[in-house]
């Protein structure tokens, strides 16, 4: 038997967050480019690479093993699909997108890959999606997981449901218009 790197954008992001998380849980945060400030700081060099960096900044452990969970579950089928390099491009918008709203109308800090792994729930339910056709399986995710997410937007915490229910639009998105890898 041989143990294979089958997913290199999936196996590198998460290998990249355990690493962050693991050398800087002691300072309660990771560094500031894993931070997204709800402000715009466009003579900061941090700020420009938090507009992706933030996706691999979790706030304690439970955050990151939720999140990576999903995304070591799904990544793999999503990248073999769509391919290594059109996964880290999706990745990638996904992560600036979100990073760019939210900036535009929310003040408060963003931390985490919530947003990504909503991505890749929503894509992963577009798979196998032919011409006009729109799976029951996906209009069930958007209803249960994006509907959740809408609902607990109006109570107060933590969480940026607005992330999560981003992440969901644009794996909407490429599940729609991005073909097979």
Known sequence: MKITFNAPCTLIFTIAAVLIFVLFQNHGLPPRPCILEGTFEPYQWEWYVS???YVLGHGNLEHLLGNFSIILLLGPILEEHYGTKRLIYMVSITGAVTAIIHILFFEHRLIGA???VFMFIVLSSLLHIKGREIPITFILIVLLFLGQEIFS???E????????????????FFGYFHKRG
Do not use: E, P, R, Y
Not at 158 to 163: H, M, V, Y
């Open 153 to 155: 937007s109006f109570k």
């Open 51 to 53: 507009l992706f960096g």
């Open 114 to 116: 919530s947003g990504v």
């Open 157 to 172: 915490d933590n969480i940026s449901q607005f992330a999560h229910i981003s992440g969901g639009v644009i794996g909407m």
